[in-house]
């Protein structure tokens, strides 16, 4: 089945550690997302890729940082710059010049 | 910038009742809606989408019309069950470009008892 998967649903990060989240999909997409959910919040864009080895900030991409070596893989880490990391956060994923983004099932962040 | 105003949860109704949940939207040009859903614990699902005004999605009951007057996208449905509780997202993107970069509301959750 062609699909987004996130790993691992649950991490836990200490106080000035970096974690790094995983999203991979096998849907073929060129484009790559990666969101921050807060309660009461809807989600918010913090880098997205169109290419590999390409990838542009999003709206809160500070204490953040991404690579996309493989067009399969986009992983986010969270360094200790981020001083509010506990979040819910999903990845998602889009065909160039289509609209519509198909979501993984997210990793929720928990700080220690 | 782009803005998505959803109504405030949660909404709770009972088995059967009909559903209106409220979004309108500020944007310029002519932007591409829709409406994501979010099973507890899970990820966003596309519920429906609308891509030029007058437009109907429609998906699983659910209903939206993409009213530029008004600048709105309601969701409708006229019968929920249990099965339809989660968070409801209204989106909106601009069109053109080569990644879409999605605006979303605030979310509104919809509670269905029996």
């Known amino acids: 089945d062609g699909g987004i998967t996130q790993s691992p649903k649950y991490l836990f990060r200490k106080e000035g550690q970096n974690v790094t989240l995983s999203c991979e999909q096998n849907l073929n997409h060129d484009a790559m997302y990666w969101y921050r959910q807060d309660p009461g919040q809807g989600l918010r864009l913090i880098y997205y890729?169109?290419?590999?080895?390409?990838?542009q900030k999003g709206d809160i991409a500070e204490g953040y940082s991404v690579s996309r070596e493989k067009k399969e893989s986009f992983p986010l880490t969270v360094t200790s710059a981020q001083k509010n990391p506990t979040a819910f956060y999903l990845c998602?994923?889009?065909?160039?010049?289509?609209?519509?983004?198909?979501f993984g099932p997210g990793t929720r962040l928990l700080v220690l | 910038g782009d803005s998505v105003t959803q109504m405030e949860g949660p909404v709770t109704l009972s088995e059967e009742a009909c559903l209106t949940i409220?979004?309108?939207?500020?944007?310029?040009?002519?932007?591409?809606l829709f409406w994501y859903v979010q099973y507890p614990g899970e990820g966003l699902q596309l519920l429906l989408k609308a891509t030029k005004a007058d437009d109907k999605g429609s998906n699983k009951g659910f209903e939206a019309t993409y009213r530029k007057e008004t600048t709105s996208f309601h969701l409708e449905k006229g019968s929920v069950q249990v099965s339809d509780s989660a968070v409801y997202f209204c989106a909106l993107i601009q069109v053109g470009g080569t990644a879409s970069k999605l605006t979303f509301g605030t979310g509104t959750r919809l509670q269905v008892t029996l």
């Open positions: 409220n979004c309108t939207y500020t944007a310029t040009g002519y932007p591409s």
């Open positions: 998602a994923s889009s065909p160039l010049h289509r609209e519509t983004q198909y």
């Open positions: 890729s169109q290419i590999v080895n390409d990838f």
